[in-house]
């Protein structure tokens, strides 16, 4: 299919419009940024919230805090960033021929022409390798963890071809920071610290399942799977079953990570966290409309604040 031609300005459809990318950066450095998804920053909150939950969660585990958890918690933001960036380098090079065929997508830095296939698989080699970096500040267990979530990360751009579940794929790779972040502050793993990284799954089902309904015609038309796709009008149903998971695995986690040595007020405010994130999970089913695009988008966009309540709670339960 003949790709259209980008949009004047080069933005790209789905990007929040008057974002700094469009508006502040370089004109020279725009496409990158664009292809990093830069100009579209909810990924890589969903993929430092659960660092930051596995951190904060390893503190309260051994009630233990220092210099270095900050170093931690920054470390992970940089490379969250960074990781995104290289990612969804990655999915845009494997994807390029699928993006020329889907409306939301054709406006992306290499199916408008922006970038060379080239170019960008330099550019996500830089990323990475900055990344590489940061993750050697951090113990050899994380390290061991992070060149692991290579996997997963390399995996997932071509999930969506073999199986209808390709969210759970997105889920292994974009939660792995809270494995990885617990055991850079604690040296090692312990099970709350997989219970989490399930939570942090389930929740990528509930909103990437929300994100993928936006495709789903374009999606059918060239024989891509989804969630979205497989569940239908039974939707709601199936998210309905994830928030139910991604809260009781959460709460499952708090209490193991409590237990050793948390007084009680700090366990009854980590167990709020859950808690007050289902609720906020429950609202964006009250809204959702599966033929809605851009309320489905901004359902999406909302989860940024999903994952930031139980962070909150968790934080205030470490100076309990």
Known sequence: MQSPPAAPDGQVADAVKGNWVDTMAPAWSRPYLRLSRADRPIGTWLLLLPCWWGLTLAMIHDQRAGLEDLWIAVGCALGAWLMRGAGCTWNDITDRDFDNSVERTRSRPIPSGQVTVKGAVVWMCAQSLLAFCILLTFNMTAIALGVLALLPVAVYPFAKRFTWWPQVFLGLAFNWGALLAWAAHSGTLHAPAVLLYLAGIAWTLFYDTIYAHQDTEDDALIGVKSTARLFGDKTATWLRRFLVATVGLMGLAVVFSALPQANVLAMVLAL?????????????????DIKDSAKLLRLFRANRDTGMIPLLFFAAALLA
């Open 272 to 288: 709020a966290g859950p808690w007050a994130m289902g609720w906020h999970m429950a609202w964006q089913l009250r809204q959702l």
